[in-house]
């Protein structure tokens, strides 16, 4: 997570700094493709995760003690800051 995080912060220097240095190698180029795709990547997964966490709410208290749950919706906040963060729509 912590690589995806360096690369997709690597991608985005580079490419604010497009104009400073308008001829990118092949080799920074590759990096730039390299970390957007880990990132749509990223984005799928903690969707997904997002969903199975939902999932595991809506079984309630018939599942879930009320302290579990409350751990569940806290863990689904977590996830969703990360997905913002990650989106760029963060706080």
Do not use: P
């Not at 969903?51 to 079984?59: C, L, P, S």
């Amino acid at each position: 997570m912590k690589k995806s995080a360096i690369l997709l912060i690597a991608a985005m220097l580079l490419s604010s700094a497009g104009s400073a240095f308008a001829q990118q190698t092949n080799e920074e180029k590759v990096i730039c493709q390299l970390a957007a795709k880990n990132c749509l990547n990223q984005v799928d997964l903690i969707k997904k995760k997002i969903n199975k966490i939902n999932a595991d709410i809506k079984k309630g208290s018939k599942t879930y003690s009320a302290e579990e749950l409350k751990k569940l919706e806290q863990k689904l906040q977590e996830t969703k800051d990360l997905l913002d963060k990650m989106e760029g729509s963060g706080k």
